[in-house]
């Protein structure tokens, strides 16, 4: 499965972006997709994650109320609608997607991982 994630890029504080994540290959393998996050000197972080055949959602309690986390099966893509930005929400965020039924806020849960896309946030 390939993960390519795109729709990074710099914004000011207050300011949304979109990010997107196109799966291709063994797409039907797939039982969750999530975004994680790493800023630098931190660790890759949970943000948010789909399950992808009933669309149910998870966040972190960081992003809450202020990111949305959608599919759109029939392009196999997942979206991340990322509102209200704050410069800590600096990173590059990454899509990720998992082949069982496991903990979907754990890194080690996931089977594959795309690229990661940069999200700068000015103050």
């Known amino acids: 499965v390939q993960l390519p994630a795109s729709g990074g890029g710099l914004v000011q504080a207050g300011g949304s972006l979109r990010l997107s994540c196109a799966a291709s290959g063994r797409t039907f393998s797939i039982w969750d997709m999530g975004w994680f996050r790493q800023a630098p000197a931190q660790e890759r972080e949970f943000v948010a994650a789909?399950?992808?055949?009933?669309?149910?959602?998870h966040y972190a309690d960081s992003v809450k109320g202020q990111f949305s986390i959608s599919t759109d099966n029939a392009k196999n893509t997942l979206y991340l609608q990322m509102n209200s930005l704050k410069p800590e929400d600096t990173a590059v965020y990454y899509c990720?997607?998992?082949?069982?039924?496991?903990?979907?806020?754990?890194?080690?849960?996931?089977?594959?991982w795309g690229q990661g896309t940069l999200v700068t946030v000015s103050s």
């Open positions: 990720a997607a998992k082949v069982s039924y496991s903990d979907y806020v754990q890194r080690d849960s996931y089977d594959y």
């Open positions: 789909s399950r992808y055949s009933s669309g149910s959602s």
